[in-house]
């Protein structure tokens, strides 16, 4: 377990980076999680949802996302509140900015 603000979440068990292409992502399950998507070694997106599948087909209609290369996910629960930590760890190492796709 990893503490964070006083509280206990769990160690994201991180996919392999993989192609960002329908055939990946319809072998994802429909489950809750969070991910991440990258282009030439930089975070573009960082994102939660109840249906991982679902919405990773969705990025790919993005106009800013569609240069994307490849994605990685986790599949955990309190999806919303990991994306916000996450977030926060992004935006500390990088001047408070946000992924290029997210401002």
């Not at 769990?10 to 969070?34: F, R, T």
């Not at 573009?44 to 249906?51: A, E, K, P, R, V």
């Not at 986790?74 to 926060?88: C, F, G, M, P, R």
């Amino acid at each position: 377990m990893k503490v964070v603000n006083d509280e206990r979440i769990e160690v994201l068990d991180w996919s392999p980076w993989l192609d960002l292409d329908k055939d990946n992502i319809a072998n994802i399950a429909q489950s809750e999680g969070v991910y991440k998507i990258h282009a030439d070694m930089k975070i573009l997106f960082i994102g939660s949802s109840q249906n991982l599948r679902e919405s990773l087909l969705g990025c790919l209609s993005d106009p800013c996302i569609s240069k994307a290369k490849r994605f990685s996910y986790a599949i955990i629960e309190s999806a919303d509140k990991v994306k916000e930590q996450l977030l926060n760890e992004y935006r500390n190492k990088h001047n408070g900015k946000l992924p290029s796709c997210m401002e």
